[in-house]
């Protein structure tokens, strides 16, 4: 059975740091690219940052050196260190995991942001 479980969003202040992992199993995890999304209220889901099986990464442009995707392969999950906060970074924040015909999605986890 695929699980995705996303963990550690949870309020933050303006500038401020939180770290969210995703937990995998049921799946050959080290061959998917695996990808952090998000969905602010009444917009659509949009990718975050995403990372391959050899580890290279990608990240949207609002959060370039802000945000860190990394995956630890021998513990099934893949992390985003999202530094420097700010309010237009609410959002339910969404676990992916993409091979050729097969297509994951964690429940989410609500990071909000705000004073």
């Known amino acids: 059975q695929v699980q995705l479980v996303e963990s550690g969003g949870g309020l933050a202040q303006p500038g401020g740091s939180l770290k969210l992992s995703c937990a995998a199993s049921?799946?050959?995890?080290?061959?998917?690219?695996m990808s952090w999304y998000c969905q602010a209220p009444g917009k659509e889901r949009e990718l975050v940052a995403s990372?391959?099986?050899?580890?290279?990464?990608n990240y949207a442009d609002s959060i370039k050196g802000r945000f860190t995707m990394s995956r630890d392969n021998a513990k099934n999950t893949v992390y985003l260190q999202m530094n420097s906060l700010k309010p237009e970074d609410t959002a339910l924040y969404y676990c992916?995991?993409?091979?050729?015909?097969?297509?994951?999605w964690g429940r989410g986890t609500q990071v909000t942001v705000s004073s």
């Open positions: 992916n995991a993409r091979q050729i015909r097969e297509d994951y």
């Open positions: 049921g799946f050959t995890f080290r061959i998917y690219r």
């Open positions: 990372i391959s099986p050899g580890g290279n990464t």
